[in-house]
T-cell receptor, first 115, second 114 residues
């Protein structure tokens, strides 16, 4: 089946630094990818839609300058958390649809801890 | 689904019994629904889906029921096993929002008791 891979699986960074998370579709091309955020014991909240070759579309309340998204190729989208603060600590998950299938496939998630 | 950021409700089921997990969605224009399973520290995994023109769909040990009148979705798991312990989310796709843009429900934690 289709595979979506995220890297890193977990990261700890100091407050004020930036962190980049990668999302790759391994065996299919994805012109669109989605980034979610999940706090402990809560649901997934859609942050933004990543569009290959164009600007990302952000959900209401999500800071564009805080969460930079780049979708430079058909198999890679990156989410950069800039000037990270402890409140940015969360589980970040990406998903990518395989155009041949109906459902979207999810990465394994990235646990970000800002200290 | 309508994610409201609440703590997850928990369903405890004896191993071998059937489980029923419920979900309410808010957008009457949603045309596609999915159930996902999420194990601790992992991303969601697809379980089963259903389109709005259907009332019921069956998979292996799982059945999804859709009641559009009351905007309710349920997931039935037959002969629940320890490996079924996870958090289950329903997700719906508002019509016209983009093919794969899903809105996740609050989620239910399923605990299987030995």
């Amino acid at each position: 089946g289709a595979v979506v891979s995220q890297h890193p699986s977990w990261v700890i960074c100091k407050s004020g630094t930036s962190v980049k998370i990668e999302c790759r579709s391994l065996d299919f091309q994805a012109t669109t990818m989605f980034w979610y955020r999940q706090f402990p014991k809560q649901s997934l909240m859609l942050m933004a839609t990543s569009n290959e070759g164009s600007k990302a579309t952000y959900e209401q309340g999500v800071e564009k300058d805080k969460f930079l998204i780049n979708h430079a190729s058909l198999t890679l989208s990156t989410l950069t958390v800039t000037s990270a603060h402890p409140e940015d600590s969360s589980f970040y998950i990406c998903s990518a649809p395989d155009g041949l299938k109906t459902e979207a496939f999810f990465g394994q998630g990235t646990r970000l801890t800002v200290v | 689904g309508e994610s409201v950021g609440l703590h997850l409700p928990t369903l405890s089921v004896q191993e071998g019994d059937n489980s029923i997990i419920n979900c309410a969605y808010s957008n009457s224009a949603s045309d596609y629904f999915i159930w996902y399973k999420q194990e601790s520290g992992k991303g969601p995994q697809f379980i089963i889906d259903i389109r709005s023109n259907m009332d019921k769909r069956q998979g292996q040990r799982v059945t999804v029921l859709l009641n559009k009148t009351v905007k309710h979705l349920s997931l039935q798991i037959a002969a629940t096993q320890p490996g079924d312990s996870a958090v289950y989310f329903c997700a719906d796709r508002p019509h016209g929002s983009g093919t794969y843009k899903y809105i996740f429900g609050t989620g239910t934690r399923l605990k299987v008791l030995a």
